[in-house]
């Protein structure tokens, strides 16, 4: 199994960034996808998750400003960023669950600065 985020990088207060994460190795269209992240010092956290069937849910600190999406016939799921604040600042990690089987991919660093 293997699960290859992208699309990280620096980006600007207000700003946007999109992630990217491409799986292989399991049949992606019967996995929850989801993004989660992880600051110096802090827990990981979930950021946003999409279901088999299409249903999301996000922390309560993207709503608004992220949209998780998933193209099942590319086993791609995307993280959409808009209105970056520092605080998204965070090692971001893709994950596919489907009980009892968890994966992740190996992060991909997401900096807010000007």
């Known amino acids: 199994v293997q699960l290859v985020e992208s699309g990280g990088g620096l980006g600007q207060p207000g700003g946007s960034l999109r992630l990217s994460c491409a799986a292989s190795?399991?049949?992606?269209?019967?996995?929850?996808m989801g993004w989660y992240r992880q600051a110096p010092g802090k827990q990981r956290e979930l950021v946003a998750r999409?279901?088999?069937?299409?249903?999301?849910n996000y922390a309560d600190s993207v709503k608004g400003r992220f949209t998780i999406s998933r193209d099942n016939a590319e086993n791609t799921v995307y993280l959409q960023m808009n209105s970056l604040k520092p605080e998204d600042t965070a090692v971001y990690y893709c994950?596919?669950?489907?009980?009892?089987?968890?994966?992740w991919g190996q992060g991909t660093q997401v900096t807010v600065s000007s």
């Open positions: 994950n596919a669950d489907r009980v009892p089987y968890t994966y």
């Open positions: 190795g399991i049949i992606f269209s019967r996995h929850t």
């Open positions: 999409i279901t088999s069937g299409g249903s999301r």
